[in-house]
Every structure is written in C-alpha cells, then in structure tokens.
Nanobody, 124 residues
Framework: VQLQASGGGLVQAGGSLRLSCAVS????????MGWFRQAPGKEREFVAA????????YYSDSVKGRFTISRDNAKNTALLQMNSLEPEDTAVYYC??????????????????WGQGTQVTVSS
C-alpha cells in the first residue's frame, strides 16, 4: 500500500493550495480518507475526513469553511482544497486511509495507512 501526498508549498496568507493524495495497493473506494497535520513542537491533529460509506465529510473547527475535502474513486485520489490560508495552518500535512469503525474518523488511531507528508508554509 502506498499513499503519495503532494501539492504543498509556500504561500502568502489568504492564498490557496490544493493537496493531493494518490493511493495504490488497496480498494480505495472502501476506505475512509483523512488529512492530518503536525506543526513544529505540536502533536499531530485532525484536519478533515471523508468516509467511504457515502461521502460524509468531517472538519476540524479551525479549518471548517476554508478547507474542502473530496475524493475521486476512479483515480484513487483524495484532495484537500485549502483556501484563505493562515500562518497557523503551517504544518506538515499527512493523508491517511483507514476503516475507523470503533474509533472516530477524527482519531488517527483509526487509520492504518499513511502518506509521507507534504510541507505547507503560510507566510504572514
């Protein structure tokens, strides 16, 4: 199983980026896809998720209304559109795939597979 995250970079506050996560080695349509991030000196935190069951979407309060998660099951790809970026969004962003049945989609323990991370830096 491989998850390849891309699309990170340096952007000014108020700008936008779109992250992609290309997945191989599993039946993509049967997995919930999540995005998490980790800033320097902080713990990894939940950003967004989209379930495999019917496309339900979930967001952290800090990104709700600014970020949009989507998935293309035909291309085995998960996307995270990030608008109105703030310096506080600076972090390494990770995509993850899992079947969180007994845990919340917001809990990283529910995800079995992780990408390598892509750096997002937002300048003020």
């Amino acid at each position: 199983v491989q998850l390849q995250a891309s699309g990170g970079g340096l952007v000014q506050a108020g700008g936008s980026l779109r992250l992609s996560c290309a997945v191989s080695g599993l039946t993509f349509s049967m997995y919930t896809m999540g995005w998490f991030r980790q800033a320097p000196g902080k713990e990894r935190e939940f950003v967004a998720a989209m379930s495999w069951t019917g496309g339900g979407t979930y967001y952290s309060d800090s990104v709700k209304g600014r970020f949009t998660i989507s998935r293309d099951n035909a291309k085995n790809t998960a996307l995270l559109q990030m608008n109105s970026l703030e310096p506080e969004d600076t972090a390494v962003y990770y995509c993850a795939a899992g079947r969180p049945i007994t845990t919340s989609v917001r809990n990283s323990l529910g995800y079995s597979y992780w990408g390598q991370g892509t750096q997002v830096t937002v300048s003020s």
